[in-house]
């Protein structure tokens, strides 16, 4: 089992950038398949980029990709997310994962994976 905390979040003007950070513990961090999601009030949770258990492969959601880079730094048992160019659609909550599952993507999540507590992100206009 692995527990996952989101830092880094807060309010930031549009076209500003934040790097959120998800610390792990607990079993090896470079088990697991990482991912970042996002829930903006009244929608859907939505999947915002995933990557490999050595980092070699990213996958981005259309909506962020060019703007948003995803990394983990499996020595620190950390899974980063550089935002840039932040607009106002992008105000969520958003929530790191961690999945067992074979493969190098994780754009759809299941019962078996694991969730931080998510960290609010806000961008003003």
């Known amino acids: 089992q692995v527990q996952l905390v989101e830092t880094g979040g807060g309010l930031v003007q549009t076209g500003g950038s934040l790097r959120l950070s998800c610390a792990a513990s607990?079993?090896?961090?470079?088990?697991?398949?990482m991912g970042w999601f996002r829930q903006a009030p009244g929608k859907e949770r939505e999947f915002v980029g995933s990557?490999?258990?050595?980092?070699?492969?990213?996958t981005y959601a259309d909506s962020v990709k060019g703007r948003f880079t995803i990394s983990r730094d499996n020595a620190k048992n950390t899974l980063y997310l550089q935002m840039n160019m932040l607009k106002p659609e992008d105000t969520a909550v958003y929530y790191c994962?961690?999945?067992?599952?074979?493969?190098?993507?994780?754009?759809?999540?299941?019962?078996?994976?694991?969730w931080g507590q998510g960290t609010q992100v806000t961008v003003s206009t």
């Open positions: 607990g079993r090896s961090f470079s088990s697991y398949l």
């Open positions: 990557i490999s258990r050595i980092g070699t492969t990213t």
């Open positions: 994962v961690a999945s067992l599952r074979a493969g190098v993507r994780l754009e759809v999540t299941t019962g078996d994976d694991y």
